[in-house]
Structures are given as C-alpha cells and as structure tokens.
C-alpha cells in the first residue's frame, strides 16, 4: 500500500512569490492535515480537510490556504511569500474510524529567500 | 489550552542502553497519544498509539505507558541500538482539535 505522497520534495522560492504544494493520501484516507515545522516552533496545525470540506483551521494568516478534491488529494497554497514561511510542510492521512492516528508524508521543504 | 511538553530536548546514550524519553501535557481530556519518530529532514512515522482507555502499549523494543491523570506519557526504549538515533515526539488528540506536539527529544545512540 503506498504511503502519503508529497509533491515537490524541495523547492526554493522569492519573497513576494506564492507556492502550491500536493498531498496524495494512502488509499482510502478521506482525512488530510496540514502542518509546518520549523526548529524554532516545532509542528504547527495549519487545517484539516474532511471530504472536500475544511473541518479545522490553525492559527496562521490568510496567506495560507488549501483544498482538497474528490479523489481525496489536497493542495495547499501560500501566497505573497515571507522569509519566515520556510519551513518543512507535512502532510498526514488519516483512516476512517481512529481518532488522531496519523500517516504522515516525507514533507516539503520550501525555502524563501 | 493543552500544552505538550518533552524533557529532555537531547539524550546521548552509548548502545546496549535502556532510556526512557518523557511527555508530558496540560490538560487530561485527551482521546489518545501518539509517539513518533523523525529522522534528519523526514517526515513523522508512528511508533505507538494509546488509546485514552489504555495505560500501555509495547511494539518490539518499544514500551509507551499513559497516565492520563497525571499528565504523563513515558517512552521506553530497550538496548538502543545507532538506528534508534532520531527525534521522538509526542502528540495528544483532543475533541476538536488537531493533534497537538511537543518540540521533541533528538535521541543520539552511540556504538
């Protein structure tokens, strides 16, 4: 069974520009999370999808914003770029019927310059 | 509002070593915990999940243990071997809300 799948692994970008990042969750995961982690504040939520829908939202600005399709895929977009975004984003899926078990992605490690 | 804590930040044990990694957290009302491991710019892999209703849950050399009253999960590691060098984290499930974290321990077993 393949594991959560994230897409791209490293990418560099400016300030001011806006990325887009892709999860694929494991096969029958409908739940996906979002988190960034970076050495100072350790893993921090951004959102939970549920069936297409935002379930939960953390505390970060409307920079960051994401959707999830049908196929259960999710996207996640962050917009007008600050040296501060650059962090490690980690995606996880979730299986239906247990509370909080996570499979978490290899992440995506965006770095802002 | 719950608030995970991981004492210690870094641990060096020499092989053949038993360690104990410490979690501890604010508030009780939790559904589960969830141990995990990270090595150098991964992603998390779960190690142990326990359910609120559990005090324990072991997987090979792993052993983690919940106290839910006192607010307190243990991580034991038996005779560490160089491979288990990595960060543990711990997180707590809540009713609505997204599984909070600690900041880790980074693990260091030497040969």
């Known amino acids: 069974k393949a594991g959560v799948t994230q897409t791209p692994r490293y990418l560099i970008k400016t300030r001011g520009q806006q990325v887009t990042l892709s999860c694929s969750p494991i096969?029958?995961?409908?739940?996906v999370s979002w988190y960034q982690q970076t050495p100072g504040q350790g893993l921090q939520f951004l959102f939970e999808?549920?069936?297409?829908?935002?379930?939960n939202k953390g505390n970060f600005p409307g920079r960051f914003s994401g959707r999830q399709f049908s196929n259960s895929r999710s996207e996640m977009n962050v917009s007008t770029l600050e040296l501060g975004d650059s962090a490690l984003y980690l995606c996880?899926?979730?299986?239906?019927?247990?509370?909080?078990?996570?499979?978490f992605g290899e992440g995506s490690r965006l770095t802002v310059l | 509002k719950q608030e995970v804590t991981q004492i210690p930040a870094a641990l060096s044990v020499p092989e053949g070593e038993n360690l104990v990694l410490n979690c501890s957290f604010t508030?009780?009302?939790?559904?589960?915990l969830q141990w995990f491991r990270q090595d150098p710019g991964k992603g998390l892999t779960s190690l142990l999940l326990?359910?609120?209703?559990?005090r324990e849950q072991t997987s090979g050399r792993l052993n983690a243990s919940l106290d839910k009253s006192s607010g307190r999960s243990t991580l034991y590691i038996a005779a560490s071997q160089p491979g288990d060098s990595a960060t543990y984290l711990c997180a707590v499930n809540q009713a609505g809300t997204a599984l909070i974290f600690g900041k880790g321990t980074t693990l260091s077993v030497s040969s």
């Open positions: 999808y549920f069936s297409e829908t935002q379930r």
């Open positions: 096969s029958g995961h409908r739940s």
């Open positions: 508030d009780s009302a939790i559904y589960n």
């Open positions: 326990i359910q609120s209703s559990q």
């Open positions: 996880a899926s979730s299986p239906p019927g247990v509370t909080g078990e996570l499979f």
